[in-house]
């Protein structure tokens, strides 16, 4: 069985800080897939990133940037300068192989708040 | 370009009532899945179907049922709605084969309540 924990369920800032929405996974796949989406007010899910598990490097696009460790089976997620648009909520999902196949396992969200 | 186009996007039914939500892609996608949303339980897979004429069950299956029409439509099923399966439904779609690493892509989803 798979597994996804976002230890945050809701998250304040105030616009202009920093923010990282933790992610951690179990799966006992060593082949396996990670994303990030991102569901802003209007309800719709947006997909942000695809990371394998072959793939170690971190990646920067933007104020977005992503932190990937397999030692620590984690998938951190910050926003630099948060913005009033980055209020939504975030999951961190995994595809695992085996029976877990083409299947995505969702964390239970963090509902991100940035204020004015 | 629709992509993945859900209806209805909201509605009532009392307990006991049946409905069908559908679902359509056009994007030729093989895969297609149906998910609902709980507050503080993420996304469950209800059913999810790898290619046309395949269906199979997911994390949460009971009380629901899916038809893959065709390789545009997938189509949940709710036979006798309980208050239980109040919830937000997503339908979503992939490229690739089944085991591909590709993103979903989701519809924008159906509000349904029942009381």
């Known amino acids: 069985a798979q597994k996804v924990t976002q230890a945050q369920t809701e998250i304040s800032v105030v616009e202009k800080e920093d923010v990282t929405l933790d992610c951690v996974y179990e799966?006992?796949?060593?082949?396996?897939?990670l994303f990030w989406y991102k569901q802003p007010p209007s309800g719709e899910l947006v997909f942000l990133i695809r990371?394998?598990?072959?793939?170690?490097q971190n990646e920067i696009s933007g104020r977005y940037s992503w932190n990937f460790q397999k030692s620590t089976s984690s998938f951190n997620f910050t926003i630099t300068a948060s913005q009033v648009v980055d209020s939504a909520v975030y999951f961190c999902?995994?595809?695992?192989?085996?029976?877990?196949?083409?299947?995505?396992?969702f964390g239970q969200g963090t509902i991100l708040t940035v204020h004015p | 370009n629709a992509g993945v186009t859900q209806t209805p996007k909201f509605q009532v039914l009392k307990t006991g009532q049946s409905m069908t939500l559908q679902c359509a892609q056009d994007?030729?996608?093989?895969?297609m899945y149906w998910y609902r949303q709980d507050p503080g339980m993420g996304l469950r897979l209800i059913y999810y179907?790898?290619?046309?004429?395949?269906?199979d069950k997911g994390e949460v299956p009971n009380g629901y049922n899916v038809s893959r029409l065709n390789k545009r439509e997938f189509s949940l099923r709710l036979e006798s709605a309980a208050p239980s399966q109040t919830s937000v439904y997503f339908c979503?779609?992939?490229?690739?084969?089944?085991?591909?690493?590709?993103?979903?892509?989701f519809g924008d989803g159906t509000r349904l309540s029942i009381l």
């Open positions: 179907s790898a290619s046309e004429g395949t269906t």
């Open positions: 990371r394998n598990s072959f793939d170690e």
């Open positions: 979503a779609s992939r490229p690739g084969h089944f085991y591909s690493n590709q993103p979903q892509h």
């Open positions: 994007m030729n996608h093989n895969s």
């Open positions: 799966t006992r796949d060593t082949t396996y897939y």
């Open positions: 999902a995994l595809i695992g192989g085996g029976t877990s196949y083409g299947k995505l396992t």
